[in-house]
């Protein structure tokens, strides 16, 4: 460009100088409402770490610049909404309240995002989930979340593993009480006839239960090859332990959905139980030789937990926004910016943020995940299968 | 009102919202408690009328008035059949009847697919507005003032204090017990209502123990068995953890050093009838100027401590 | 039929730790009138001092032979049961003396504020995520004709029983014990014969919070993981024990939280898991329906 310049002459020069200075520097403001304290306040503090690394990236870079030479530098706030949906309303309210905010990035539980979906529409405030994969029955324009849900991958990935692996008898012990993981486990059991596999157990049990023996002895009783645990931390690696100590362990293969076996957590709580374990995971791997992976693992570091699924979510959800303020050159027009955001086609951390929502028929969905099917090998590494 | 609202940030105003219908929800327990009961389940009962008037507006359309009006008589209903259960109950045995119910609820909605399951009931419309919530609160507590004053309520006071002397007396005890009860259950019905019409989504998780148990905080707190007191537990306790926010990760632990220093501090609640043996100065002042003077009250009248306990 | 027993089994471990919670719950209640919401929180502080402490020494108990398991384990269980015990000290003379004998419910929300900051606080410190407790008793399994049962579950109701067995001691064989009774059926009268009622109720609630970290320690271990918010369901359940036992006998809260145990294995087992938690309800709408006072019958309240 500067060489193109110098040979054209000083009119040019003159023109780009106005140009420069016509542009200026501006702050986009995001607002962070999540789960900080409460029983959810491990997904959502991973989620606030994602979109601040995400933030401090290209603030450490100078900031971005838009389509339309301006650049930006990114300023966040986060708000606790401590599993409670009026305090995610008032958090999303607030945002909505202060005319410098541009979107509102999160909720990771599905308490807040089930509570938020319709406000936004009303107070007419982007919002970019970080997580929660709650059925949404009407997307409003103005929510998105860039979660992969059971809709998308399970069916996909009960392909796969018919197609590798034959499962005959399959057993499903799943959390009740989180929307995900049940709906994925009542997608398998619906799924059985047309997949080709016998259901033989379907057990459930509540999110803050610790015995899972008695599900796992009849589950046992009816001798299953794989067994779906549909269950988050910490309830998911007791279960591991207890298949352990029932001797159902070494008898069944394990499989689940959204990634929950590669949080290093899951790991530590069983004591590398899980080795062997398979589910499908939005594909990211932290191990990734993707040098934009690699850092954000590296500075991650800075943080006091280990980055797990949430944590990508966040970033990418940060990515997306600026993504959208690139492409709609404002960070204080809500609807401009909206609307880029409903046209989002975009490579971010771990694989592909779409967007597709006109005005006419919203759909909030990310449309672009790519997933993985993978086994895990070890604490932080895995092979994808598929 | 709404000029007064348009200068508050928007947040505030849920703030505000919230606080009320805890406010509407805390005085429906206050009534049910007022004859003597102790009810845990008023989460429940709120929830049950909530769920009742958000399927009367999302699935039939029906105007919001006449879901409030659905919500009340679910409320009530339900109460008639809590204050039949536990009518010969000592006053904890019944408590947990009522805690013991609302848990069975919970896991019956938890259940049913048609109320949404465990997803919960979602696409309630928006029809609560700080000015509805607030008239109510209102209409509320002019219900419960006129209540203190009426036959009905002096019955109730007595079937409170010592329920055997209030039947020999001439009290129908099992009659007030029951309507007392169901009147507050109405009312919890009517808040659940406008939460779910606010917050848009009811699921079964809001009618748990745990959010009885917030409510019997908030009555206690603010001083049971007075007329603000409720009111005022709901709305401080409320409203406290949104100013607690300029400490991101402590908010919690400070409200519950407050809660819990503040019980400590006014065993009866913030709020009291008389406190501890005299009048407030305020109202022997009052009482003086208007040529009557200083009473003594005898100690079984304070509200709190039951017969001798 | 194998299964069946197995089930059995795992109801009876689970069983007996809702037990020792229960006797803490129904000390408190039946000897001061108070309801100590705190309690279960203390069950989780004794869960994260074993944390604290099998971190600290960064001992494995895989490499352990069994005697310094064994030894390890007492060590764990004396230094959590001491630091509940100290914190149950506390909460009695700040929190529940002031407030009982005055209205039922003061003091259940007085303790209900120590809760918050208790979870709060756990979660402030080690963090919202659960915590990895490594194992202290080298683990084994054994099987008996089909049934299978670890080291660690045979630890934890070897601690529960023996908890039981020393209360039911100090209960009925000492004469603090005699006191504790005395006070527990009428305050006044205790009172009036010399007893102590303060001194009684500090040391109520110091055996109370005792157990339950003893409790918290077995569990943590049993499961490998301490969480904030692990007290709450485990509370619950353990609370609805001690009302359908009535508080009169401490035996016979034993007794039904090892029943409730059982029922809930069979029927999370034979008829649906979604019902698991309705069992304790459905009992304990039951009991007061036909009981009131309890099973075995309470003092008055």
């Known amino acids: 460009m500067q060489r193109l310049l110098s040979s054209l002459g000083v009119g040019l020069l003159t023109l780009l100088l106005a140009y420069g200075v016509w542009a200026e520097e501006r702050v986009v403001h995001f607002y962070q409402v999540n789960a900080l304290t409460g029983q959810a306040g491990s997904y959502g503090t991973r989620s606030i770490h994602g979109v601040e690394l995400g933030a401090k990236h290209i603030n450490e870079a100078g900031g971005f610049t838009d389509t339309c030479g301006n650049k930006y530098t990114i300023k966040l706030d986060v708000w606790d909404m401590a599993n409670s949906r009026e305090q995610a309303i008032a958090g999303l309210r607030k945002a909505a309240d202060d005319h410098t905010v541009l979107a509102v990035l999160g909720s990771t539980p599905s308490t807040g995002f089930a509570a938020m979906e319709p406000v936004a529409g009303q107070v007419k405030m982007p919002i970019i989930a970080t997580g929660s994969a709650v059925p949404i029955k009407k997307w409003n324009p103005y929510a998105f979340r860039v979660t992969i849900a059971t809709p998308v991958a399970a069916p996909h990935f009960l392909k796969v593993l018919k197609e590798k692996f034959n499962p005959k008898r399959v057993a499903v012990l799943y959390d009740i009480t989180q929307d995900a993981l049940r709906a994925e486990a009542e997608l398998i059991r619906d799924l059985a006839p047309k997949i080709g596999y016998e259901l033989v157990a379907f057990e459930a049990f509540r999110v803050n239960d610790a015995d899972f023996r008695a599900q796992l002895t009849t589950i046992k009783g009816t001798n299953p090859e794989w067994l779906g645990v549909y269950a988050a931390n910490p309830e998911g690696s007791k279960i591991v332990n207890q298949m352990d100590e029932l001797e159902l362990l070494s008898k069944v293969h394990i499989f689940s959905g959204y990634g929950v076996f590669q949080d290093p957590t899951y790991w530590d709580l069983s004591n590398g139980k899980i080795k062997g374990a398979i589910n499908w995971a939005v594909a990211f791997d932290l191990a990734s030789p993707d040098p934009q992976m690699q850092k954000v693992v590296a500075d991650y570091r800075s943080f006091p937990e280990e980055p797990t699924i949430y944590s990508v979510y966040g970033y990418q959800a940060l990515q997306a926004a600026v993504d959208a303020v690139k492409r709609s050159c404002t960070a204080t027009d809500r609807e401009k910016f909206r609307d880029a955001l409903g046209q989002t086609k975009l490579e971010a951390l771990a694989g592909p943020v779409v967007f597709n929502s006109p005005r006419t028929e919203p759909n909030g969905e990310n449309q672009g995940g790519s997933v993985i099917i993978s086994r895990i090998t070890g604490r932080d590494s895995y092979e994808v299968i598929k | ?309 | 039929m194998e299964q069946f027993v197995q089930q059995l089994v795992n109801g009876l471990m689970i069983g007996s730790t809702y037990a020792v919670v229960a006797l803490g719950f129904g000390l408190m209640f039946s000897v001061m009138r108070v309801v100590n919401l705190a309690h279960p929180e203390v069950f989780m502080v004794g869960a994260y001092v074993a944390f604290v402490v099998v971190t600290g020494l960064n001992v494995h108990g895989q490499g352990l032979g069994m005697l310094a398991a064994v030894g390890l384990f007492v060590v764990v269980l004396g230094v959590a049961m001491v630091a509940t015990g100290v914190v149950g000290l506390i909460l009695e003379r700040l929190v529940i003396r002031p407030t009982r004998g005055t209205y039922i419910l003061t003091p259940f929300i007085a303790t209900s504020g120590v809760s918050i900051v208790l979870q709060n606080g756990a979660q402030r410190i080690f963090g919202p995520d659960p915590v990895r407790i490594p194992s202290v008793i080298p683990a084994h399994t054994f099987a008996i004709s089909g049934v299978l049962v670890t080291s660690m579950q045979l630890t934890t109701v070897l601690t529960a029983v023996v908890i039981m067995l020393a209360l039911r001691y100090y209960v009925h064989h000492t004469r603090w014990g005699r006191a504790t009774r005395a006070v527990a059926e009428k305050p006044d009268v205790a009172a009036a014969c010399g007893v102590n009622v303060n001194l009684v109720s500090q040391l109520t609630v110091g055996i109370a919070s005792v157990m339950a970290g003893a409790a918290g320690v077995a569990l943590g271990l049993l499961y490998n993981s301490a969480a904030p918010f692990m007290g709450l369901l485990f509370g619950l359940k353990s609370f609805i024990c001690m009302l359908v036992a009535g508080n009169r006998h401490i035996e016979a809260i034993m007794a039904v939280g090892l029943l409730l145990g059982l029922v809930e294995a069979i029927v999370t087992g034979y008829i649906s898991s979604n019902l698991r938690d309705a069992v304790a309800f459905a009992l304990l709408l039951a009991v007061l329906f036909f009981r009131p006072q309890g099973l075995f019958g309470s003092y008055d309240v």
């Open chain 2, 1 to 309: 009102m709404s000029q007064i609202l348009d200068h508050l940030p928007a947040f505030w105003v849920v703030a505000l919202i919230t606080a009320g219908i805890n406010a509407i929800i805390t005085m429906g327990v206050y009534f049910s408690n007022s004859a003597g009961a102790l009810s845990a389940a008023h989460a429940a009962i709120a929830g049950m009328g909530a769920y009742t008037g958000a399927v009367l507006t999302t699935n039939f359309d029906w105007p919001f008035p006449v879901a409030i009006l659905a919500g009340a008589l679910v409320g009530f209903a339900i109460g008639v059949l809590l204050s039949l259960a536990t009518l010969r109950m000592n006053e904890l045995v019944a408590g947990l009847t009522t805690l013991a119910f609302g848990e069975t609820m919970v896991i019956i909605a938890f259940n049913l697919d048609y109320i949404g399951g465990a997803n919960g009931f979602i696409g309630i419309p928006l029809e609560t507005t700080c000015n509805v919530v607030y008239l109510l609160l209102a209409l509320v507590v002019f219900i419960a003032w006129r209540f203190d004053r009426s036959r009905l309520g002096y019955a109730a006071r007595a079937c409170r204090d010592n329920v055997h002397a209030a039947a020999v007396m001439g009290i129908n005890t099992a009659w007030v017990k029951t309507v007392v009860f169901a009147l507050g259950g109405s009312i919890a019905g009517v808040g659940g209502v406008l939460r779910a019409h606010y917050v848009l989504v009811q699921s079964p998780d809001d009618m748990g123990f745990f959010f009885s148990v917030n409510y019997l905080i908030f009555w206690v707190f603010g001083g049971s068995y007075t007329l603000w007191g409720p009111v005022f537990g709901a709305l401080f306790l409320t409203i406290l953890p949104e100013f607690l926010r300029f400490s991101l990760y402590d908010r919690f632990i400070i409200y519950g050093v407050i809660l819990t220093a503040i019980v400590i501090v006014r065993l009866q609640g913030v709020i009291t009838r008389v406190p501890l043996g005299r009048r407030p100065a305020l109202f022997e002042a009052l009482a003086r100027l208007r040529g009557r003077g200083p009473q003594t009250v005898p100690a079984s009248s304070l509200g709190g401590p039951q017969s001798g306990r």
